[in-house]
């Protein structure tokens, strides 16, 4: 294969694990304070059309930005509440916002535009443009790695570049600092926690709305970002991968940020081969083919992943003691 086609795949391995890293990344944080959240699929897709719907009516790319944040944190909030406060089953409560999600985009987007759930094509200042670093013209020529940086390093989204910078930011978070150490003791020991005069609620509260602000980022690089607009179901199910991400990577930001480019690298690949003619086997149905990275999923998780155990509050309501 020669080293375009090579670089090519690899920058839309990128492009594609962006939003299965941001998902992952808030997955982490409410999952190691001890709140299981199935909702990141919901909360991407209602940041993807609130950002979407904004970015069209203000023309600001910033604007949607900020819409998208404050939908998934409000819907990260609901969860909290849900799960927090009233101490409801965690697993209910995020399968309940995926479902109002997906039906509250479709259902607002057709009302307010009357073009089957979408929203207005983006172009200009609405769109998040690509970023060309410093020297990335003069070092092209290069042989190696003049295309490496030219095409795959320089050239990416903003969102892509603060995607991957978060890694080693969670990681110093989680690891390195008084809170990330109570937020991965709050998920495993609540009432250690509690007993240390720590508030145990108010750890997880800021770790959904950690979730939430990432989750926001999330959507918004689908729809202001990858596409030029909300579409109906955007998401495709890149929350439960995530998730899927998150469980292959056992709950740790490097290998979260690993799992992710695997997932996407799949996902590259699968678009690249749709219409190609394989020797001996002809050319391959595009269902195969989108159906592809799901069943590639569903493998690794279920043959490689080996014995992942969760944090041990995780999904446990936690109740006071008197």
Same mark, same amino acid.
């Given at each position: 294969?020669?080293?375009? /086609? ?6 839309? =391995?990128?492009? $594609? ?7 992952? $990344?808030? @997955? ?13 699929? @919901? %909360?991407?897709?209602? #940041? ?10 203000? @023309?600001? =790319? ?11 944190? +409000?819907?990260?909030?609901?969860? +909290? ?14 399968? =309940? $916002? ?7 985009? *479709? ?6 535009? %009357? ?25 092209? !020529?290069?042989? *190696? ?13 903003v969102l892509v ?11 110093? *978070? ?17 009432a250690a926690v ?19 602000? &990432? ?15 909300? /579409? ?17 990577? %056992? ?7 690993? #799992? ?14 749709? @219409? ?15 159906? &592809? ?7 690794? &998780?279920?043959?490689?992943?080996? %014995?992942?155990? !969760?944090?041990r509050a995780g999904? *446990? ?6």
């Open positions: 294969m020669e080293l375009a /086609n090579i670089l090519a795949i690899v920058d839309s =391995a990128i492009r $594609l694990s962006t939003p299965l890293l941001y998902a992952a $990344l808030a @997955g982490l944080y409410s999952e190691r304070s001890g709140i299981f959240d199935i909702s990141l699929e @919901g %909360k991407m897709l209602l #940041a993807a059309f609130a950002s979407g719907v904004v970015a069209a009516l203000s @023309g600001s =790319a910033v604007v949607g930005l900020l819409a998208g944040v404050m939908a998934a944190v +409000g819907f990260s909030l609901v969860h +909290g509440l849900a799960s927090i406060t009233y101490r409801g089953n965690q697993i209910v409560s995020g399968v =309940a $916002l995926n479902f109002i999600a997906a039906g509250i985009t *479709v259902i607002l987007g057709d009302a307010w535009f %009357k073009q089957g759930g979408r929203t207005p094509q983006l172009d200009g200042a609405a769109r998040f443009g690509d970023v060309v670093l410093p020297g990335a013209r003069a070092l092209a !020529p290069i042989p *190696v790695i003049g295309p490496i940086y030219a095409e795959v390093i320089s050239g990416q989204n570049y603060v995607a991957f910078l978060m890694v080693p930011l969670t990681w110093w *978070v989680l690891f390195r600092t008084r809170f990330g150490l109570r937020l991965r003791a709050v998920g495993e020991n609540p509690d007993t240390a005069g720590i508030s145990v609620t108010w750890l997880r509260y800021r770790a959904v709305i950690i979730c939430g602000v &990432l989750t926001g980022l999330a959507g918004t690089y689908l729809a202001v970002a990858q596409a030029a607009g909300f /579409n109906r179901d955007m998401t495709a199910g890149k929350g439960y991968i995530a998730l899927a991400a998150l469980i292959f990577a %056992k709950w740790r930001p490097v290998p979260v940020m690993f #799992a992710c480019l695997l997932f996407g690298l799949l996902d590259a690949i699968s678009i690249r081969i749709q @219409g190609v003619s394989l020797p001996g086997v002809g050319e391959i149905s595009v269902q195969f083919v989108q159906a &592809l990275p799901y069943v590639l999923t569903v493998v690794l &998780l279920a043959g490689f992943v080996g %014995k992942a155990i !969760p944090p999904g *446990v309501p936690y109740v006071k003691e008197r």
